[in-house]
């Protein structure tokens, strides 16, 4: 079983930028496809980028220009690069595989607020 763990949220004015990171235990990392998630209060998770093996990356419309996700698999870890951030992307982020393949981590919170 892989553990995962969130990094690097927090508290961020409108226009600002975060970086996550996604710390991954064990060797599974590397040979899977990584994504991102995020959960609103009162709203669904949803997934917002997801990056192959070989580090070709998709994005949700919602954040397509101004979020970056990328991933290191020397160091079991992926990232998610996030500028241009508005209130609408206030959400405990998460990752995991696309299909959800491994237990949750507990999230990194990012609120956007002036």
């Known amino acids: 079983q892989v553990q995962l763990v969130e990094s690097g949220g927090g508290l961020v004015q409108p226009g600002g930028s975060l970086r996550l990171s996604c710390a991954a235990s064990?060797?599974?990392?590397?040979?899977?496809?990584m994504a991102w998630f995020r959960q609103a209060p009162g709203k669904q998770r949803e997934l917002v980028a997801w990056i192959s093996a070989r580090g070709s990356t998709n994005y949700t419309a919602s954040v397509m220009g101004r979020f970056t996700i990328s991933r290191d698999n020397a160091k079991n870890t992926m990232y998610l690069q996030m500028n241009s951030l508005n209130a609408g992307d206030t959400a405990v982020y998460y990752c995991?595989?696309?299909?959800?393949?491994?237990?949750w981590g507990q999230g990194t919170q990012v609120t956007v607020s002036s």
């Open positions: 064990g060797r599974f990392f590397s040979y899977n496809t």
């Open positions: 995991n595989t696309p299909s959800i393949a491994w237990d």
